[in-house]
């Protein structure tokens, strides 16, 4: 399948703003924050997730209707991208040894708020660059490339911390920097190219309309009963996917210990985590084409049961490495069909307005899973029994979302 400018344009954020969850959510920052002397234990992030989830979740359902309107999606796309990346910037400014883990954490949270803010726009531009029939394949497309083209700025983020001294925190914040300046530049190519092919045309008091048309969507929600099915599910699902992306690393450190598992050993895992992950993004497309996106997202549902309860029993560093892959397996795949899946589902003309739903859906379900494995491990004292919690979440999803109708499996099979 050729794709257009357009499609590449947007694929090109993809790439740009994965390099974000890798570094930020994922990797260095848990890392440089348990280097402040005055911090008690990395898993406390679960509680921070938490707090920046509720802030975007609350944002979300408004920001997507008033953006529905005809050029307002673009703007605010831009406005929380660059928020993201100068957040993510200023990052690199706040050194261990000042001890003001406070301020870090700050623009922690500023940089989850322009990350998940340009999300819901981004998100929603994916009916205005691609048509249903393609959306699968674009999506997953998305999801491949921007694995494996965060392997680069990571690449090159791990090397200068492993010459700088693995111990050091210079080198996780010129990490900072490189992924900042990778994701902003990425990103400039759609803010060229792509425009909003569907809105809402201008009208007066836009701010109050925008309430008003969220006001009615919840109340004829029953005229997007499959909306709504599939966004239940998504809501369990989705919650124990980012969990594991956000808590991976403190929950492997506490378990394996920092002898067992040095600094440089978890973050080439987490670097071979993404190489996995580009080619199975790019196979859940192409098997979405035979066996229906319904039915892979199933399959990814399935992996990550699976994967959390091997993750209870691993006992040495080869073990991360099977776990690993496992994740890598599914993480793009599931995470790439449940968009497209969605934007199929949902009226073209309010896509912001409902993919605002789809991110408040997505956001209040990440404050349920790191907050639980957080509470589990202080309560307990047992890091292990956190990653048990969030198992019934995926078996949750999985029931609600089996019971979408067959319909939809028919139409899935149109797409190529």
């Not at 674009?138 to 111990?167: E, H, N, R, T």
């Not at 919840?218 to 989705?238: E, G, P, S």
């Not at 560093?317 to 589902?345: E, P, T």
């Not at 078996?395 to 139409?411: A, D, N």
Request: charged share 15%.
């Amino acid at each position: 399948m050729k794709l257009s400018r357009e499609e590449r344009s947007w694929i090109l954020v993809d790439c740009g703003n994965s390099a974000y969850s890798m570094a930020v959510t994922t990797a260095l920052l848990p890392i440089i924050y348990g280097m402040f002397e005055n911090v008690k234990s990395s898993m406390d992030l679960g509680y921070f997730n938490s707090i920046a989830s509720i802030l975007v979740a609350i944002l979300s359902p408004v920001l997507g209707a008033i953006a529905d309107y005809k050029d307002r999606k673009k703007r605010f796309f831009v406005f929380f991208t660059f928020l993201g990346v100068f957040a993510t910037a200023a990052l690199a400014f706040v050194s261990p040894s000042s001890g003001q883990w406070q301020l870090l954490i700050l623009f922690f949270i500023l940089s989850v708020i322009g990350f998940a803010g340009s999300n819901i726009f981004y998100d929603a531009f994916l009916v205005d660059v691609s048509s249903e029939e393609r959306m699968d394949k674009v999506s997953s497309s998305g999801f491949a490339f921007g694995y494996i083209s965060s392997v680069i700025p990571f690449g090159i983020s791990l090397a200068l911390i492993f010459l700088m001294g693995m111990d050091k925190a210079i080198g996780y914040q010129i990490g900072f920097i490189i992924t900042a300046l990778w994701w902003g530049l990425l990103t400039l190519p759609m803010i060229k190219d792509v425009k909003q092919r569907y809105y809402i045309e201008p009208e007066p008091r836009p701010v109050i309309n925008s309430f008003k048309r969220l006001a009615v969507t919840f109340k004829n929600i029953r005229q997007h009963k499959i909306v709504f099915i599939f966004l239940a599910a998504y809501f369990f699902y989705i919650d124990g996917v980012d969990t594991i992306i956000k808590m991976v690393v403190p929950y492997a450190t506490s378990i394996l210990g920092d002898d067992a598992l040095n600094t440089f050993t978890l973050l080439g895992i987490l670097l071979i985590i993404q190489i996995i992950a580009f080619p199975c993004a790019i196979l859940y497309g192409n098997l979405a084409k035979r066996f229906t996106a319904r039915t892979m997202i199933s399959v990814g549902i399935l992996t990550y049961i699976i994967s959390c309860i091997a993750a209870y029993f691993i006992s040495s560093v080869w073990h991360i490495f099977i776990l690993g892959a496992m994740i890598g397996s599914a993480q793009g795949g599931i995470q790439a069909l449940s968009r497209s899946y969605y934007a199929k589902i949902v009226p073209k003309e309010k896509s912001n307005e409902f993919f605002g739903f789809y991110n408040i859906f997505g956001k209040f379900s990440a404050i349920v899973g790191p907050a639980i494995m957080a509470l589990t491990a202080t309560i307990t004292g047992k890091t292990r029994w956190s990653i048990l919690g969030i198992i019934p979440l995926f078996i949750i999803g999985f029931i609600i979302f089996i019971t979408l109708p067959k319909e939809q499996k028919r139409s899935s099979e149109s797409v190529g």
